[in-house]
């Protein structure tokens, strides 16, 4: 809890200072004889102050994508991905950054720094959000003004945003559901089912109380609403294999005005930036450092100013059908010294995307928005919840991510599933789907961890089953809890 005990600290003493890096000021609404003092007391007087709070949770996840070098690698879309049937870690050299390659061969080191910031962001993040959930409901809003409890339902989502992170990365970890005394700083680990608890509380509260962004104004683009609160539960509970809950949250999520957006390749440019089928993404502005985000730069090729990591298996390329246009859309070739020489289109800039190449802030990170939950995942986690008790919807749902795909080409690309598929046959489509569909997006490894299919696919990369579908809790958190966290069996 080293770096939640920092922070609570960092927000008790220099709460002004931590708003002023995010553009906000409160110079106007402090008493100047308070400097050096405890500001959280002279705080949460005013709705604007709560909106300011608010800001503070949202920040730690641009970080974790965005400004935080090793919290970036850590993310789904780097490390998740490398390991996997998919990618390989690339770089410059089968040896270039060891954290990395750490899980290509499934030999963590506690000590690995990834692991370390994975912890510390995320709970940075989970302070910021309790202060907000314990604080906000003190202040005194109109009464006609539901801002109030929507600042609390985005809270909760954050909140359940970090968890469901953590509990995926090191399974069972430390429950901390407010602001802590000094004296609560060192907190056991829960179990794992307590956490999901925690996040489906989280997101319920959050889908009760979020409006739809169809509603609101485009600046609203960017905060959780109830779709992303809808998309993420369906996620969680997948995760759990919770398949019989699904449905419902689907079919609320599909009453909104969600639509998949014409063209595949459209989505990961520009233009495809909230798009229609766009449930929930991280905005980034620019391409400074504090604004832009890490992704691109750590995969785009060596000889475009980018890392050359996350290259793509021939695994994965056979795994596309014949002309199916999501190849080349997440995908690209590029002749360089070391790896498969396969990249990532989705998050690459010019010229392999019209995203433009960095050219401020020394460390090029991008305006690529990253995507978090798009439609085309929703309607696969749906047709794999009810394919074994209304396949005729589980196709429907597949066939309509690969109509899409398919484009204006012949029916002949992409064909429907035949209609008369069930059982194992259907769910292997549905596999089929995900993966070439969201390929690049970060969901390879838990798909196949969830699925029961890593210890069959993943063994002759050296994935061990009981041990490898979480990493080791980082040596700093265990050490300095002088034994009350217990670290994962077999690290």
Known sequence: MKKYIKNIEKVKYFFCAILLTLTFSCDDDLDPKNFGQPV??????????????????????????????????GTDIIFGEIGTDDFIKGGRTATNNAPLLEKERYAFTT???????LWSVNYEGILFANLVLANVPNIEFDDDDDRQQEILAEASFLRA???????????GVPLVERPLEISEF????????????????????AIDNLPSRFNKDSDYLGRADKGAALGLMMRVLLYQNKNDQIRSFGDQLFALNYSLTSDYSTIFQPEGEWNSGS???????????????GIPRRVNPNNNTGGGFVQAKEDLRNEYE??????????????????????????????????????????SNSSNNVRLIRLSDVYLMYAEAV????????IDYVNRVRRRARGTQPATVLPDLDPTLVGQPLLDAIYHERRVELAGEGFRFHDL????????????????????????????????????LIQNPNY
């Open 279 to 293: 449930i929930f993404e991280i905005n980034f502005v620019t391409d400074a450092n504090v604004l832009g985000t």
């Open 387 to 394: 394919y074994d008790s209304d396949p005729a919807t589980a």
């Open 322 to 363: 014949a002309n199916d246009p999501r190849l080349d859309a997440t995908l690209f070739f590029s002749d360089r010294p070391y790896g498969t020489d396969w990249y990532v289109r989705k998050y690459a800039w010019e010229p392999f995307t019209n995203y433009p190449k960095p050219d401020i802030g020394g460390n």
């Open 161 to 171: 945003l970090y968890y469901f992170d953590l509990v995926n990365s090191f399974g």
């Open 449 to 484: 961890v969830r699925t029961g299919r890593a210890s069959t696919l993943l063994a002759p990369l050296g994935f061990i089953e009981g041990t490898h579908e979480v990493v080791p809790l980082p040596v700093q958190q265990v050490t300095l809890s002088k034994g009350v």
């Open 186 to 205: 060192n907190q056991p680990r829960a179990s794992k089912e307590d956490v999901y608890q925690l996040i489906e509380r989280d997101l319920q509260f």
């Open 40 to 73: 959280v007391e002279d705080f949460y007087k005013t709705p604007e102050q709560a909106e300011q709070a608010l800001v503070s949770a949202y920040s730690s996840m641009r970080e974790l994508y965005g400004s935080n070098f090793w919290g970036t690698m």
């Open 111 to 117: 000590s690995n720094p990834i692991f370390e910031e």
